[in-house]
T-cell receptor, first 112, second 116 residues
Framework: ETGVTQTPRHLVMGMTNKKSLKCEQH?????MYWYKQSAKKPLELMFV???????ENNSVPSRFSPECPNSSHLFLHLHTLQPEDSALYLC???????????FGPGTRLTVL | AQSVTQLDSHVSVSEGTPVLLRCNYS??????LFWYVQHPNKGLQLLLK??????LVKGINGFEAEFKKSETSFHLTKPSAHMSDAAEYFC??????????????FGKGTKLSVKP
């Protein structure tokens, strides 16, 4: 859609599972972001990476673990999640030094 | 601190009639302001962005927004609604001024319904 892809689009996992969400941007950007979108809540920023270094972690529980191996890829590793972690997880990217972000389609996560 | 308030959680219009989605912001300096749209089960798509170059900003799909400093508003409008406009719309302010990299502060969203 916008040069930012996310896989998988849907994920159902049990509380004891370990899974990973993947984000890839094809826009030549060098800053990437993870957001959580829950029903009836504003979008919540989780992590920010700029030039492959984490620059912000908004008090996210350690059961969420981000990884940014290069400027085009961003992962979110999940383990021992809770049912309240069920949400749409959105990835975004931007050019470093600018504030316009471009979003992927999201991964709809359901934790049973 | 920057913040944004979307005054209506839900707006319903008839096809072919004007759309008005209201947004007020709070910012310590000249803000960057955005409108994003999210169709069901999709990610967020950038509609338009204000960066102080012009107070009336034209976006995609016939939408535009006017920056009014005196009213601290950035309302989104469209002259004639189309069925495909049904979606959720988010007003967003950047927490730094001047377009430099910063975090985006999202409003709670306005769900737009379009009746045939």
């Amino acid at each position: 859609e916008t040069g930012v892809t996310q896989t998988p689009r849907h994920l159902v996992m049990g509380m004891t599972n370990k899974k990973s969400l993947k984000c890839e941007q094809h826009l030549g950007h060098n800053a990437m972001y993870w957001y959580k979108q829950s029903a009836k809540k504003p979008l919540e920023l989780m992590f920010v990476y700029s030039l492959e270094e984490r620059v912000e972690n908004n008090s996210v529980p350690s059961r969420f673990s981000p990884e940014c191996p290069n400027s085009s890829h961003l992962f979110l590793h999940l383990h021992t999640l809770q049912p309240e972690d069920s949400a749409l997880y959105l990835c975004a990217s931007s050019r470093q030094g600018t504030d316009t972000q471009y979003f992927g389609p999201g991964t709809r996560l359901t934790v049973l | 601190a920057q913040s944004v308030t979307q005054l209506d959680s839900h707006v319903s219009v008839s096809e072919g009639t004007p759309v008005l989605l209201r947004c007020n912001y709070s910012s310590s300096y000249s803000p960057s302001l955005f409108w994003y749209v999210q169709h069901p089960n999709k990610g967020l798509q950038l509609l338009l962005k204000y960066t102080s170059a012009a107070t009336l900003v034209k976006g995609i799909n016939g939408f535009e927004a006017e920056f009014k400093k005196s009213e601290t508003s950035f309302h989104l409008t469209k002259p004639s609604a189309h069925m495909s406009d049904a979606a959720e719309y988010f007003c967003v302010v950047s927490d730094t001024g001047g377009g430099s990299q910063g975090n985006l502060i999202f409003g709670k969203g306005t769900k737009l319904s379009v009746k045939p």
